[in-house]
Nanobody
Framework: QEQPVESGGGVVQAGGSLKISCVASDRAFSYYDQGWFRQAPGKERDFIVSITWNGQSTYYTDSIKGRFTISRDNAKKTLYLQMNNLKPEDTAVYYC????????????????WGRGTQVTVSS
């Protein structure tokens, strides 16, 4: 399983916006639900948002609801995350992954991760 490539991160002031992307090499990208995770310094990697394989349904955790928007382009095998009204607590490395719902949690399907993209929000 080749790793996805995340990009688009950077440094932004609080209240600003960024759009990050993830390009998958997996031919099966369009068949899977996809999600974004993030890992803040000294913390575990946490799931934050998912989108179904056809883009028709999304799930946002409370921490980002109303500020972030997930989308996908299956023809380009690309996943996006539009982040608005960024807060210092959004500072983290962001990762994408194919995901499945265990019934109580969203989990990555594959065991490997890309390098992620760093998002830093200054106050």
């Amino acid at each position: 399983q080749e790793q996805p490539v995340e990009s688009g991160g950077g440094v932004v002031q609080a209240g600003g916006s960024l759009k990050i992307s993830c390009v998958a090499s997996d031919r099966a990208f369009s068949y899977y639900d996809q999600g974004w995770f993030r890992q803040a310094p000294g913390k575990e990697r946490d799931f934050i948002v998912s989108i179904t394989w056809n883009g028709q349904s999304t799930y946002y955790t409370d921490s980002i609801k109303g500020r972030f928007t997930i989308s996908r382009d299956n023809a380009k095998k690309t996943l996006y995350l539009q982040m608005n009204n960024l807060k210092p607590e959004d500072t983290a490395v962001y990762y994408c992954a194919a995901v499945r719902n265990s019934g109580t949690r969203w989990l990555p399907i594959y065991g490997s991760w890309g390098r992620g993209t760093q998002v830093t929000v200054s106050s």
